[in-house]
């Protein structure tokens, strides 16, 4: 895919100890396995906008249908970029948020 991880955040996680970058993990896996993040998201009854990377690697982007639960969440699948796509091209992963925002922002006057 030619996409270069920011230095940035690779120091970050080169400075993760092995117990912590471990234990990470295994926390996220297990707060997935308990309830998936749709099913979690529904309950809140907020817009919701979903991007998945087409050519992600970690997570299926097949898997977006299931935000479908979600009343109301709209669904990106931007083609060519992975499990990061804000990151891998935020030129094309961004125009789809100032409509979303404007259209669901909350007024107060």
Known sequence: MGYQMPEELLD???GMTPHTFTATMRATRS???QRALPERLKVLGKP???VFGEDDRRWRSSSAADYGA???AEV???AGVGDSP???DPRRTAPPLPAFIA???VRVD
């Open 31 to 33: 707060y997935l396995e």
């Open 103 to 105: 259209e669901h922002a």
């Open 48 to 50: 919701l906008l979903v």
């Open 12 to 14: 970050d996680v080169r």
């Open 86 to 88: 804000q990151l891998e």
């Open 76 to 78: 990106e699948l931007p």
């Open 70 to 72: 979600v009343p109301g």
